[in-house]
């Protein structure tokens, strides 16, 4: 009898369908199967997720690809300490092969801790491993639907605050005036009120020793000059960063420190090598000018005993060297138990500078994140990266990306335009 009467119910609803597909345009029949199937996941479940391929290729830096068994796949950047890696990225891309990646933390632990003899503690193991651990990243967001910054713990802000480096370097030897003119092109190109020069000029007349670390006289006259006349022209109101790449000795870095202390500058970055924390600490102790560092630093390993001894005014670690998006959260968190502003060193594409913001954005301390003048001016830079929602930065705000991931890709046609030297390429 039921089974019956289950006969008779559906024979009635078929009957029913049929009627009003006579009054109904065929072009919607199924439409709301069609609905549910696209709306339902294709994929397997995360916790069965593995890696399946690992992509390398070196373009400016080091791009790394990871590829999965679902179709999902990550992409990170390492910059600087990655010439001549390439066997290093294929071995640590061996030790990813079949496994999960959103195991972030326990990935990047057991590669660390399997370098331990092997050059771990920081350089070409560590910047190597920030794209791994990048892609990780970026691959987890894309697999969970989220942006990264949403994984990292949420974010405090959506636009992230950059200085522009006026890439003065590359001028032989630029005077006052030319350092003036730069900041007023910039700030009226860009919009922006903060920038950065450097004042390490090997090519001044005044150097009297190629080899010696000491400024003489005249080249610390140089140097304020170039400064004061920056300070003339924006006003006080306008940050003014300056570096100093770690080329000089304590005298000079104090002299030069205490000289400019009447222009308020925003920082005085690397004014002696990154090797000494003594020596920035003793530095930071005698002098207003706040003293910054963190591009040539490792891990927060590294960071701990500048905070401990106080040598650090702002922490600048570069996101795709120290470690990656988890080391450097991990390094803001520590600055901020020392009060000290977290400002990231950043010299990658448009890539890197968006995984960089995703971690300016989860942080509170968060200060300031380096911007390329030439990132406005080098068509490359525009070519190798896919971006898809606007200006890059507008007004010295770089928008925090809202797409699963990074919210950056990797055109890898473009990339073979610009290969760097003869290293294996295999990304696709």
Not at 28 to 49: C, I, M, R, Y
Not at 223 to 241: H, K, S, T, W
Not at 262 to 274: F, I, K
């Amino acid at each position: 009898m039921t089974m019956n009467n289950s006969r008779r119910a559906f024979f009635g609803k078929a009957a029913a369908v049929a009627a009003a597909a006579t009054v109904t345009p065929l072009a919607g029949f199924g439409s709301g199967l069609e609905a549910a199937v696209e709306n339902t996941s294709k994929l397997s479940a995360p916790s069965d997720l593995r890696i399946t391929e690992v992509q390398l290729g070196y373009v400016r830096g080091l791009y790394v690809k990871l590829v999965t068994n679902q179709g999902i796949y990550g992409v990170g950047e390492g910059v600087d300490a990655v010439g001549g890696t390439y066997y290093v990225a294929q071995n640590m891309g061996r030790r990813l092969m079949n496994q999960n990646p959103l195991n972030i933390h326990q990935i990047f632990e057991s590669i660390r801790r399997g370098g331990h003899f092997g050059g771990a503690q920081s350089g070409m193991y560590v910047a190597v491993l920030s794209a791994f651990e990048t892609a990780l990243w970026d691959l987890a967001g894309k697999t969970f639907g989220v942006p990264v910054y949403q994984l990292l713990g949420g974010k405090f802000r959506d636009k992230i605050r950059t200085y522009c480096d006026t890439a003065m370097y590359r001028s032989s030897f630029p005077t006052p005036q030319d350092f003036a003119d730069a900041t007023v092109k910039a700030r009226q190109d860009w919009n922006i009120e903060a920038v950065k020069f450097d004042i390490d000029y090997a090519s001044d007349p005044e150097k009297k020793d190629r080899w010696n670390w000491t400024a003489s006289p005249g080249e610390l006259e140089r140097m304020y000059n170039q400064l004061a006349a920056v300070r003339e022209v924006v006003g006080p109101n306008f940050d003014i960063c300056v570096d100093m790449h770690g080329r000089y000795d304590y005298v000079a870095a104090q002299a030069i420190a205490k000289k400019v202390e009447n222009l308020n500058l925003t920082w005085l970055e690397e004014p002696v090598p990154a090797e000494d924390p003594d020596a920035y600490a003793k530095l930071a102790r005698e002098t207003n000018t706040p003293i910054a560092g963190g591009e040539n630093n490792y891990l927060a390993h590294d960071f701990k005993q500048y905070l401990e001894k106080g040598g650090m005014d702002f922490v600048m670690p570069d996101l795709q060297k120290c470690g990656g998006l988890g080391e450097g959260q991990r390094i803001a968190n520590l600055a901020n138990l020392y009060y000290v502003p977290f400002s990231p060193h950043m010299v990658a594409t448009f890539l890197g500078a968006m995984a960089c913001a995703h971690v300016c954005a989860s942080v509170p301390n968060f200060h300031l994140m380096e911007w390329q003048s030439y990132f406005e001016t080098d068509e490359m830079f525009k070519e190798i990266c896919i971006y898809d929602e606007g200006d890059w930065v507008k007004d010295g705000y770089l928008t925090v990306s809202n797409k699963p991931g990074i919210g950056v890709d990797i055109n890898v046609e473009a990339c073979k335009k610009y290969l760097r030297g003869d290293q294996p390429f295999t990304l696709k």
